[in-house]
């Protein structure tokens, strides 16, 4: 005899994978630009230098 199947099971894992699969291709075809990346760069660096500014130096104690 076969193996008894849950029907809602199988069919909720299928729709689970076809949503997966649509998903990866919008996240391909919709990342992030270069000038939204290089954005996020210079916002990170200005953050770390802004950081690095204000660090009080140990040798002027």
Request: hydrophobic share 35%.
């Amino acid at each position: 005899m076969g193996e008894v199947v849950n029907l809602r099971t199988k069919r909720k894992q299928a729709a689970r994978e076809t949503a997966r699969a649509e998903g990866d291709a919008k996240a391909a075809k919709h990342g992030l630009s270069k000038g939204q990346k290089d954005l996020a760069k210079a916002r990170a660096d200005k953050a770390a230098r802004e950081l690095d500014a204000h660090k009080r130096d140990p040798k002027a104690d």
